[in-house]
């Protein structure tokens, strides 16, 4: 049978509010230093202010979770031998040729895994998960200290960091406490990794779910479910397989669910560096665009977190962004509406135009500021404040090289402002890579991707 989004247990179904099970202060404060290459670094450590009592001793504290998120674990994720899922035949009108991604380093495609026959069962989640975080690990003192001053500052997080990486996805949940990352690529290599950057005590953690994660996969979209509190991933690539497949991580039980996304004309193609973001009102999520080697598309789709169903909303007439793929979109809820920008179609590597999409009437229209934009590129990052409303685009891929300039666009005035710094931008340019937006500290987090010299793993906050 298949299994429906959420899940439900008996042992998580009876909890009382979410809002009453939390005992963190909403107000994180997150303490850096920036590096100077060949130079001493030194750098503060993020501080996330806790209510309570402190544990006493010599300060090396066994971190307590929140109620609503199981501790996770330390240990290495076992290599697994999971295959990948089977290419569905494309039931649309295959786009021209696509041209291939700009790569300043060239990398190989690995031979895919041995694919298994095609099933509709998701994968059951395994029992709860018992492992618990390391009682090494130290939390930072709440002593409290000014924010960080406006701008960039490199973070040095404590534990084994995540290997360099580009074409990750990262997503932070509700709280504010922690993000997840999953997956990407290392040169050639697709990933299948979880790992947890716990903000409280500044620490990078790998995760070992419980039950098959999903295959190995670089590109895909991720979202944070707000309501159920799961991590939530969608499509990518490995090779030369693409995926449209629909997981779930529950931090509760710590295990990964492939959920039933349906099929036939009812789901969509599978595909590589779509747009995606979360519905305005947070009860699903759109994806928009992408790519596999039939093409490039220009449909855009609405999954229904509740029902876990699939809706084509590509409109019928009008005006659309023309198909291409490295692109980013964000969800602008106050105006029901989502936003793209750029990425590399058919004839052009790197494109500047800019999209809305209204959710309402599932029509979109071209927006052109009259202050100007930022320049045409793939592969950047684009994130919005929650506070204000307005996005952050930062760096990205160009006809004259990777980037690392930062861009804000002002959702009230529909203008864009480029971000000037007196001390210049100490974070090196680079693609490839993703960002959060921290709702409490009021910051966003930037980490990996490709720079000039190849894969990143550092992790940079910016202050606005």
Do not use: K
């Not at 060239?106 to 395994?126: I, K, R, V």
């Amino acid at each position: 049978m298949s299994r429906q989004y959420p899940p439900s247990d008996p042992r998580y179904d009876d909890l009382p509010p979410e809002e009453d099970d939390i005992r963190i202060s909403r107000r994180a404060v997150i303490i850096g230093a920036a590096g100077v290459a060949g130079m001493a670094a030194t750098a503060i450590v993020a501080i996330l202010l806790r209510d309570g009592d402190d544990d006493g001793g010599d300060g090396a504290a066994i971190v307590t979770p929140t109620p609503d998120s199981t501790p996770i674990p330390t240990t290495t994720l076992p290599p697994t031998d999971t295959p990948e899922p089977p290419t569905p035949t494309p039931t649309g009108t295959p786009e021209p040729t696509p041209t291939q991604e700009p790569s300043p380093t060239p990398e190989p495609s690995p031979s895919p895994t041995p694919e298994p026959t095609a099933s509709a069962t998701p994968t059951e989640p395994a029992p709860t998960a018992t492992a618990t975080v390391a009682p090494t690990a130290t939390r930072p003192q709440p002593t409290p200290t000014p924010p960080p001053e406006p701008g960039w500052t490199e973070l040095t997080p404590q534990g084994e960091p995540p290997a360099a990486r580009r074409d990750h996805s990262l997503v932070a949940d509700r709280t504010g406490e922690r993000i997840y990352l999953f997956g990407g690529r290392a040169g050639s290599q697709p990933l299948q990794d979880l790992w947890v950057f716990d903000i409280p005590a500044n620490r990078w953690i790998l995760a070992e779910p419980t039950g098959n994660p999903p295959p190995a996969r670089f590109g895909h979209n991720a979202v944070f479910d707000d309501q159920q509190q799961f991590v939530v991933i969608f499509g990518g690539q490995a090779g030369s397989t693409f995926f449209n497949d629909v997981w779930i991580y529950d931090p509760v039980r710590n295990a990964w669910t492939e959920l039933d996304p349906g099929d036939g004309d009812g789901t969509p193609l599978n595909r590589y560096g779509a747009g995606g973001a979360l519905q305005p009102d947070g009860n699903g999520f759109y994806i928009s665009h992408g790519f596999t080697s039939d093409g490039r598309f220009d449909d855009t789709w609405l999954y229904d977190l509740q029902s876990g169903q699939w809706t084509d909303v590509t409109p019928d007439a009008g005006q659309r962004p023309s198909p291409r793929c490295l692109m980013r979109m964000a969800s602008d809820p106050d105006r029901e509406r989502l936003l793209l920008f750029g990425g590399q179609s058919n004839t052009a590597a790197y494109l500047g135009d800019f999209w809305a999409f209204d959710t309402a009437t599932t029509s979109w229209t071209e927006l052109e500021p009259e202050s100007g934009s930022p320049s045409p590129r793939n592969l950047y990052s684009l994130v919005r404040n929650t506070e204000s409303g307005d996005l952050f685009l930062f760096g990205g891929a160009s006809a004259s090289g990777m980037l690392n300039d930062l861009w804000s666009y002002r959702v009230e005035s529909g203008e864009w402002e480029g971000q000037e710094f007196a001390d210049g931008v100490p974070i090196p340019a680079r693609d490839s890579h993703d960002a959060v937006w921290l709702d409490d500290a009021g910051a966003m987090l930037v980490f990996g991707g490709r720079g000039d010299a190849g894969l990143l793993n550092d992790l940079w906050i910016f202050v606005p």
